[in-house]
């Protein structure tokens, strides 16, 4: 069965850091590419990070310098190393993982982060 599952979420003041983890279960991340999404409120869901197959990170253009995808295949966890945060990135962020041949696709609960001015 997969699972994904969320942590690190909290409430972080401007300016400071904050690292999320994801623990995957039930799957192969040679078949899966991962990442991270996150939903401001009132917004639509917006990509943050994704992770290849073969473990190449990718970060969305505006949160490139502060924001840093990673994986621990031995571990099978995906992390979001969050840096320099701002309010605007005030939002619920999910974990998700890809099928590469399928699409296959699978999604954590989400994690609360909260960035105070």
């Known amino acids: 069965q997969v699972q994904l599952v969320e942590s690190g979420g909290g409430e972080v003041a401007s300016g400071g850091p904050r690292k999320l983890s994801c623990a995957v279960f039930?799957?192969?991340?040679?078949?899966?590419?991962s990442g991270w999404f996150r939903q401001a409120p009132g917004k639509q869901l917006e990509q943050v990070a994704t992770?290849?197959?073969?473990?190449?990170?990718s970060t969305v253009d505006s949160l490139k310098g502060r924001f840093t995808i990673s994986r621990d295949t031995g571990k099978n966890t995906v992390s979001l190393q969050m840096n320099a945060l701002k309010p605007e990135d005030t939002a619920v962020y999910y974990c998700?993982?890809?099928?590469?041949?399928?699409?296959?696709?699978?999604w954590g609960q989400g994690t609360q982060v909260t960035v105070s001015a």
């Open positions: 998700n993982a890809n099928h590469i041949n399928t699409n296959s696709e699978y």
């Open positions: 992770i290849s197959v073969r473990g190449e990170p």
């Open positions: 039930g799957i192969r991340f040679c078949s899966f590419t």
